[in-house]
């Protein structure tokens, strides 16, 4: 817990809710449930906390359905659907809350946006090495997720948790989602504590569990069958193994954005795997989107996405883009795990 700045941290955002009239929230590409859970809870707190303020989220590309039920989430838009809606809203807006992304560049053409906006951006985030582009960061990276940090702002906030049941909805959503149900990411007591605050707000955390995870469509049920069978490459002495997928094969499984979502966890499930990465081709086929994830504490993806993917993230999950052909990110895959042994 960072505690000196994390309370000047939020006395500051105090000040500057108080004053502002028109706000808005945005999160990173490919909204994820820590994403989505964060903006719609931080959307649902301002709305009640401060009725008068106009609150906005944003994001730079649509979320996945399965996200599609939380509270807010038909009120959000997409800056690659509204981009005129997002540029008119912007020019009165004094108050860019930023959450679950440390670096303006993952919020793509949104983010350009952003930055002929003169209002403060605040920062609430739990990825290494923070953003020098914000005005205030409220920034722990042992946080399990944005969502679990913003419960705690809100808590600083107001005291004791003054929330509805479908802000704790939307908050467990990505606790839940971002700590693969409980199993990493959770360091302390306190995210249980957390945990069982919301389910005293009267969530039914099995309905959220069916609701983001019972929600495959056949075709990514397929994706996945067909990624597992055939495009999974083991390097065993490694303890490695990664997934790649051309955008035809993904075409061929009706491709929906999340399809692929925690795609890149299965090889860890198995026995003497670490390492894994999901290597996805781009829409318009110009890179690679590299995902990476490790099991332990002795390989920093973190280090290697910002080493070699031009990327980032966490200490055992990162991201991050191989600008060339499939064909060549696979090698280059397993030439620097190869010397990274
Ligand atoms: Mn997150």
Not at 29 to 55: C, H, I, K, Q, T
Not at 144 to 157: C, P
Not at 294 to 322: E, P
Request: hydrophobic fraction near 40%.
């Amino acid at each position: 817990m960072l505690s000196h700045p994390w309370s000047a941290g939020v006395a500051r955002l105090k000040a500057l809710l108080g004053e502002a009239r028109r706000c808005l929230i945005v999160s990173h590409v490919n909204p994820d449930g820590d994403a989505v859970g964060s903006s719609l809870a931080a959307w649902g707190y301002l709305r009640a906390a401060f009725p008068a303020m106009e609150v906005l989220v944003a994001f730079p590309n649509r979320f996945p359905d399965f996200l599609s039920w939380i509270e807010g989430a038909d009120r959000a838009v997409s800056y690659l659907d509204s981009r005129e809606a997002v540029h008119t809203y912007l020019q009165g807006c004094d108050l860019l809350l930023c959450l679950d992304f440390n670096d303006l560049a993952r919020l793509e053409a949104l983010g350009e946006a952003l930055t002929a906006c003169a209002a403060p951006r605040v920062l609430i985030d739990h990825h290494l090495r923070r953003g020098e582009e914000f005005d205030l960061v409220l920034s722990d990276p042992s946080a399990s997720s944005t969502s679990e940090l913003l419960y705690r702002v809100i808590v600083a906030l107001e005291g004791k948790p003054l929330l509805s049941k479908g802000i704790a909805e939307a908050l467990y959503t990505g606790l839940m989602t971002d700590t693969g149900s409980f199993s990493f990411s959770v360091n302390t007591p306190d995210t249980f504590r957390m945990a069982a605050d919301l389910m005293e707000l009267g969530i039914d955390k099995n309905e959220v569990a069916a609701r983001v995870y019972d929600s495959y469509s056949e075709s990514r049920m397929r994706l996945l069958g067909y990624c597992l069978q055939s495009q999974m490459r083991l390097l065993p002495e490694r303890g490695a193994a990664y997934i790649s997928l051309s955008r035809e094969e993904m075409d061929s499984f009706n491709f929906q954005p999340g399809d692929t979502e925690g795609f890149v966890n299965y090889p860890l499930s198995i026995r003497g795997i670490t390492l894994s990465a999901l290597l996805t081709e781009a829409t318009d086929k110009t890179h690679i989107r590299v995902s990476l994830r490790s099991k332990g504490k002795d390989i920093s993806v973190n280090d290697m996405a910002r080493k070699h993917f031009n990327g980032g993230g966490h200490f055992n999950a990162a991201g991050g883009k191989y600008f060339d052909t499939m064909e060549n990110c696979k090698a280059y895959l397993e030439k620097i795990w190869n010397e990274s042994c």
